[in-house]
């Protein structure tokens, strides 16, 4: 049944796909968000939390200022991101953590964002409520997702995500 993975499901499809992942959502991420990550990216001020930083693909685009702290649920996926961030010269806080469960206290942040990753919650309810409880309340918080759990072919270690996963 869709959207019933658990967070453990979730964190092993991002252990076992990171290598891939980039060359995966390329195409993808061309075709149908354009340059999003960019826009979302850019409109990040002071301290900034990003949920679910993946292999890093947004790091590049933040301004010089920001204090960037990122949460990743897959620790293969985090190494990717800290290799990117080197790479880049990047300073960040990177560290495991779920997006669920976050372990920051309210108003710990000017600016939350999230791309391409809400469809890797497993919990409806966290979706709305983790980033406002973690933004202050004068900057608003910024994303963009394909889609929600229960329409998410990217967090599904199914059989018919993978398939469609591997066309992009």
Partial sequence: MPGTETTDEV???YDKTASRYDR???LFERILFGDGRRWVCSQAQGDVLELAVGTG?????????VRLTGIELSHAMLDLAKHE???LGREADLRVGDAQLLDFADESFDTVTCTLSLCTTTS????STTSATSA???????GR????????WRASPRPSARRMSRRS
């Fill in 85 to 87: 961030a080197a790479a």
């Fill in 136 to 142: 202050s309340t004068s900057n608003a918080s910024s």
């Fill in 11 to 13: 964190r092993r499809y």
């Fill in 24 to 26: 995966q959502i390329k």
């Fill in 124 to 127: 409806p309810a966290s979706r």
């Fill in 57 to 65: 693909r947004n790091l590049r685009f933040y301004p010089n200022d």
């Fill in 145 to 152: 997702s394909s889609g929600s759990s229960s329409a998410s």
